[in-house]
């Protein structure tokens, strides 16, 4: 078992007399990973002092050497990979494939903001005079605040710290209470990288006591979330408070829609990995599948047999391929929502319960027959559950796909071009995919939700963490 300290100011503390919580393996419950220090509100506040501190330094090194630090920071993550994945696995649950494939993700993240060093910085305009210059220059916000969830934990912590550094502001990271070991991996490998004491904190510990901090703190110029909806609500209230910039983003009842027309083997595996890849713990997951009535039987029934085929166990074991549920209480949601299904009169179709002992398995479940209006198509589960919402037409299947609240990701299965088209035309969704499955997205391009997934501010990602991550200064310069 690891004893883990945090990060302040360029100091590795360990825990104080408030005491420090445990992280577990959620395949063999019974196994402490590593303490982390219990950090209290006192604490969260010194890390945003030291970070405020370190700012003004960090601003005014030139972007590409900020930039060569994010270099060797992907470096490190390189040479540790085996040992990070494997600790992401441990951790949260995954299956080793998927932990390397984050692990990956994390790495090709620090490259691609490492490049930002050599990238924009500004806008020239044309002036109104003659001898005279206009122009607006970017400059970072100052101290940001980074709260994340435990679902990815490294890939979500990289996406948001690694902009924030590029673009020189200091950081304040919070992870979440399930992962803060494999998040710990990746402070240690941007620290060993050469970044300035202060510049990166570290602070572990409870929402109550430190992401409320954070969020209330008038010293933090922005702060960046990901999240469930009720967390993210109440923090964009108290940062909002003090006019931070906030972003959000949040849950997902991602749909994907099968017409037809589908090729039957391509619609099953791509609902197949949405909706049991990352033991349906992604927040682009697909929980609700709507499926036009005329391949509706067919696709049901080799949806069920491909659920029930799936290898359920310990992500590190060979052959494994689907991890347990992270927490107890996130598998005592998953099985209330199937009690729910089965109450309201979907019909069982796969799976429905525990999967082994030891760890917080479950089965692969899909449930037929569900009513689009019912909490099992209404509500984020975030587990391996998926419901088959039966749709007339095109028309039924995206009025159903945009009944929910929110509006994160959606997918469509055909060949048929104006039918694809208007899904994509007619989808209330950030993010909509044409015969892919609902998870999965490229590193370089923009991220986020509508509606409810999002406080619908900024996107984040490729492109557009520019627009977060800095404000700009508009130049009046007269030289003639
Ligand atoms: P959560 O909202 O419980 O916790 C997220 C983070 O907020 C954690 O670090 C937690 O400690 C912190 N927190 C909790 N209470 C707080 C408070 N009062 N003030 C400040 N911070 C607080 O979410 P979770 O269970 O860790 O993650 C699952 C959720 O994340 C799902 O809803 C999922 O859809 C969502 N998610 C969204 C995306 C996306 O990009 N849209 C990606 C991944 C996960």
């Given at each position: 078992m690891d004893i883990c300290k945090d990060l302040i100011g360029g100091q590795w503390v360990g825990a104080s007399d408030h005491g420090s919580f445990e992280t577990r393996?959620?395949?063999?419950?019974?196994?402490?990973?590593?303490?982390?220090?219990?950090?209290?509100?006192a604490d969260a506040e010194r890390a945003v002092a030291a970070a405020a501190e370190a700012f003004p330094g960090w601003a005014a090194t030139p972007a590409p050497a900020r930039g060569a630090i994010l270099f060797r920071a992907a470096e490190l993550v390189d040479e540790r990979f085996e040992e990070i994945a494997t600790t992401l696995t441990r951790e949260e649950g995954k299956t080793l494939a998927e932990a390397r494939g984050e692990v990956t993700r994390a790495r090709d993240i620090l490259r691609y903001y490492a490049g930002e060093g050599w990238r924009r910085a500004g806008e020239v305009l044309p002036a109104n005079a003659p001898s005279a210059m206009l122009f607006s220059?970017?400059?970072?916000?100052?101290?940001?605040?980074?709260?994340t969830p435990w679902n990815f934990p490294i890939a979500i912590p990289a996406w948001k710290i690694a902009p924030a550094l590029a673009y020189g502001n200091a950081v304040v990271f919070k992870p979440a209470s399930a992962t803060p070991l494999t998040a710990l991996k990746l402070v240690e490998c941007l620290q060993d990288a050469g970044l300035p004491a202060g510049v990166l904190n570290f602070v572990t510990g409870s929402g109550a006591a430190v992401g409320e901090t954070?969020?209330?703190s008038p010293f933090v110029g922005g702060l960046t979330f990901t999240g469930s909806h009720g967390t993210g609500a109440g923090i964009y209230r108290k940062a909002t408070e003090h006019f931070a910039r906030v972003h959000l983003e949040m849950g997902g009842k991602n749909p994907t829609i099968i017409l037809d027309d589908a090729e039957l083997g391509?619609?099953?595996?791509?609902?197949?990995?949405?909706?049991?890849?990352?033991?349906?713990?992604?927040?682009?997951a697909t929980s609700r599948v709507i499926v036009e009535d005329g391949i509706a039987d067919r696709f049901a029934a080799a949806l069920a047999e491909a659920a029930a085929a799936l290898r359920v166990g310990d992500g590190l074991d060979e052959g494994v391929q689907m991890g347990p549920a992270v927490s107890a209480d996130q598998l005592a949601t998953d099985l209330d929502y199937i009690a729910i299904g089965k109450k309201d009169g979907a019909e069982l179709l796969a799976g429905g319960g525990r999967a082994g002992a030891g760890g917080h398995f479950l089965q692969p479940t899909v449930f037929d027959h569900v009513d689009a209006g019912s909490r099992l198509a209404q509500d984020e589960i975030f587990g391996p559950v998926v419901g088959i919402v039966r749709a007339r037409d095109l028309d039924d299947a995206i009025a159903k796909a945009n009944s929910v609240g929110y509006g994160l990701a959606a997918s469509v299965v055909t060949d048929?071009?104006?039918?694809?088209?208007?899904?994509?035309?007619?989808?209330?969704?950030?993010?909509v995919k044409v015969n892919e499955p609902t998870t999965g997205l490229a590193l370089q391009a923009p991220f986020g939700g509508f509606k409810l997934s999002s406080a619908n501010t900024f996107k984040e990602q490729g492109p557009s963490a520019i627009e977060f991550y800095t404000r700009t200064k508009t130049v009046y310069v007269t030289y003639g």
């Open positions: 393996d959620p395949a063999h419950v019974d196994a402490v990973l590593a303490t982390f220090p219990s950090a209290t509100a220059k970017r400059e970072p916000l100052g101290v940001v605040a980074v709260i954070l969020a209330a391509l619609a099953v595996k791509l609902a197949v990995m949405g909706g049991f890849g990352l033991t349906g713990q992604s927040c682009t048929d071009l104006r039918r694809a088209l208007t899904f994509v035309d007619r989808i209330e969704a950030g993010v």
